[in-house]
């Protein structure tokens, strides 16, 4: 399957909790979206994968996006060796994204900034024709996307561009409370942490206030690109 975005998060909600709004109005625009979870999120304090599992798969439901795909990496241990560079490089080779979405590389959990890595090696070795891999006995040929943008998790940075979510901010919320291991539920006996509080949804959704009022929109969510973007027509420019 030929996509035009995959979104890669170290966790499943990590890709919700960050561009979920992103990806419902690439959907909505007609766009080819797919998600890859680089782990099951198996170290999470509450739930386990099995209902990890089952959350992402309602979530990707709700956003609509093509498929939804898990790498079943050791949560807690993404590290860039050979072997998980070649797992991501034929997930990238198999779909053949345009683009590709992953988190920034300064964070405050070690599995965000280990999987910025992991992906940008990935990335740029997907594109080397001596990097060979295969799928079931099939050897897959060099592709590497056209670019990547970071989206942002704790730490923040100037953003490179924000995306206007605004239209698209009730149904963001849906795919983050089909996470109801993860997120407030009065109903759980769980140990409480900083994402089951009533305050955190409150926090994300002032978080989007913030980044819409930058570019005077009611919710927006923050982007870096590594690179610099090329500008067409300046007049196409905050109209």
């Not at 940075?157 to 291991?181: C, G, H, K, L, W």
Request: glycine letters at 8%; charged letters at 30%.
């Amino acid at each position: 399957m030929k996509l035009d975005v995959l979104a890669i998060g170290a966790h499943p909600d990590d890709v919700e909790l960050t561009c979920g709004g992103t990806i419902i109005k690439l959907v909505k625009q007609g766009r080819s979206v797919g998600i890859l979870d680089l782990t099951e999120g198996e170290l999470g304090t509450r739930g386990d994968r099995k209902t990890r599992g089952r959350e992402a798969a309602k979530a990707a439901a709700v956003m609509g996006v093509a498929l939804r795909e898990n790498l079943r990496l050791p949560d807690g241990n993404i590290e860039s060796h050979l072997d998980n560079r070649l797992k991501l490089v034929r997930a990238i080779r198999a779909w053949q994204p345009d683009v590709l979405l992953f988190p920034y590389s300064i964070d405050r959990h070690p599995d965000h900034e280990r999987a910025h890595v992991l992906c940008r090696e990935a990335w740029f070795s997907a594109g080397l024709q001596k990097v060979q891999t295969s799928v079931r006995g099939k050897a897959q040929g060099p592709f590497r996307p056209r670019t990547y943008y970071n989206y942002m998790h704790w730490y923040e940075f100037v953003p490179s561009f924000i995306v206007d979510v605004s239209a698209e901010f009730e149904q963001r919320m849906e795919t983050m409370r089909a996470y109801r291991s993860q997120f407030f539920d009065p109903a759980s006996r769980e140990r409480e942490t900083v994402l089951s509080t009533p305050e955190f949804l409150e926090m994300i959704r002032t978080k989007l206030e913030y980044y819409g009022d930058r570019i005077g929109k009611k919710y927006g969510e923050p982007f870096f690109s590594p690179a610099s973007m090329e500008v067409k027509d300046m007049f196409t420019l905050n109209t």
